[in-house]
């Protein structure tokens, strides 16, 4: 197990107000449920097709036309349910959410109010190493999306794409647990790293897949002590929205400004209107939406085209058996199996296939922390630079692990492995073939390298002198040596011969 803090909250102190305030944040996270159908009907779901090419008669909410739920997203939702350490209700029901949609042809949104599939769960934010902060999870309820108005075509006219109305959603909602803008952040990362592990959301906010809706609100200090004896949310201070967040810089972005705005307010006698807002990037501000509904506002009711939705225990369980290894056991078993910090331990379980990646190198070379170390540093660090990630790696697993064999065995040092890497990257090949074929097999021969060292020493009489009163200038003859040999002599070989013979 990592030796985890769970360390209490620590609010977000506001630069530049008169008094002390409190940051309270909750989310709303929208997460595109991972399936080839829509919600309710067999349309497709796949992303960047032709505007409205993925629209059904149900879609389009032709007269007749009844929904019929998708199995393999009510899945999902449980097995995001499990992932996330929640409640799953064997018994939960969809409502009519009514509201004016443009872009939803129905006029209502089928959502679960009352009845949400998954109650209540946890994720534990990664804050720094050993340190993690819990965020409850509420609920998770499943929802239909709406589609997209399109503006920026005509300058007299809107259109409307459908392809993305239908599409199953999984609104995650959690208590208000966050307490600052990186917080904020790091529970998104969290989030989104879990559900990626579980196969149930890809994750991708460029495409709309991942979005937040933000709740921010400001109290003096000591009332958030307060609501959580009371549950009271009135001793938290008046929410305002922030709708359809896809990026973590602009959720913090839009959280510091937000909360300064409400503190400048309330510090010049004012009120907070509850609202919902949109943040500008471009300006670096939050502007007006519209009035913050409540629920009934929406007007909800169960919805007459949908029974009631019963799942089994013995159902629930079986997906349960099928979860995979998620990121924390994972990350507790590379700490614990491979010897790695945990740092190291993060970066590698960060994503799935960074895992699997480096699992199949370790089973290869069987050598945990050389195999971290040159996964994380050599490669990542090669991949960013061109761009890519690592299902672009033209290094694979089995090259990767014949390099690191090399270095273990000393046949290559470090620096020569360096260079070899540098070929199998950009030109590929075997690692072993290569060493070979270009003669950079590292010299052992003790003999071979006290030659070496005899030269540079005898060439040298004055930095001779200078290194025995100055021991660490012995390097300089390392360095020599190391000069002399093209890389290729054992530096533990040289350094030892080095100090024999200066008599260091």
Known sequence: MLDLSYDSPKPKVIAGAKHDWELVIGMEVHAQIATQ????????????????????????????????????????????????????????????????????????????????????????????????????IERIHIEQDAGKSIHDMDPNMSFVDLNRTGVALMEIVSRPDIRGPEEAAAYVVKLRQILRYLGTCDGNMQSGSLRADVNVSVCRPGQYEKYQASQDFGDLGTRCEIKNMNSMRFIQQAIDYEAKRQIAILESGGKIDQETRLYDPDKGETRSMRSKEEAHDYRYFPDPDLLPLEIEQEWV????????????????????????????????????????????????????????????????????????????SPVTPKQLAGLITLIKSGDINGKIAKDVFEIVFNDGGDPADIVKEKGLLQVTDTGAIETAVDEVIAANPAQVEKAKQNPKLAGWFVGQVMKSTGGKANPAAVNAIVAAKLGL
Request: charged fraction near 25%.
């Open 37 to 136: 159908a829509k919600l309710f009907s067999g349309a497709s779901t796949k992303f960047g097709a032709e505007p409205n090419s993925n629209v059904s008669f149900v879609d389009a909410a032709m007269p007749g036309m009844l929904p019929v739920i998708n199995e393999f997203c009510v899945e999902q939702a449980v097995r995001t349910g499990l992932g996330l350490k929640a409640k799953i209700n064997l018994f939960s029901a969809f409502d009519r959410k009514n509201y004016f949609y443009p872009d939803l042809p129905q006029g209502y949104q089928i959502s679960q109010l009352y009845h949400p599939i998954v109650g209540e769960g946890e994720v534990l934010v990664d804050m720094e190493p050993g340190i993690a902060r819990l965020v409850r």
């Open 317 to 392: 369980d079986a997906i349960a058996a099928s979860l995979p290894e998620l990121p924390d056991a994972k990350k507790a078993r590379f700490v614990k199996d491979f010897g790695l910090s945990e740092y190291d331990a993060s970066v590698l379980t960060a994503d799935t296939a960074n895992a699997v990646y480096f699992e199949e190198v370790v089973g290869l070379c069987s050598d945990g922390k050389l195999s971290a170390n040159w996964v994380i540093n050599e490669l990542f660090g090669r991949l960013k630079k061109d761009d890519r990630d690592i299902s672009e």
